[in-house]
């Protein structure tokens, strides 16, 4: 949810997400391992996790690439 806060919060970010999820799923077809792994090259990934960071409460259970 804090990832669909972050694109609702930066909606031109958003359409190049949804582009690149477009091109994916074109490309790799049926392969959803290719899909996802593709997805996790977004650039703006830092961003989103820092987005997170400054959210979640301390002591919460972090995801590993929220972390850093």
């Known amino acids: 949810l804090f990832f669909r806060d972050w694109l609702i919060e930066h ?3 958003e359409r190049e997400y949804e582009a690149l999820k477009l ?4 490309q790799t077809s ?3 391992i290719a899909y996802t792994l ?3 090259q977004f ?5 989103v996790a820092r987005y ?5 409460p301390p ?3 972090r995801s ?3 972390a850093g």
């Open 11 to 13: 909606p031109e970010v």
């Open 23 to 26: 091109e994916l799923a074109r």
């Open 30 to 32: 049926h392969d959803r």
């Open 38 to 40: 593709g997805k996790s």
């Open 43 to 47: 650039p703006e990934l830092g961003a």
């Open 52 to 56: 997170i960071e400054a959210r979640v």
């Open 59 to 61: 002591g919460t259970v």
């Open 64 to 66: 590993s690439w929220a």
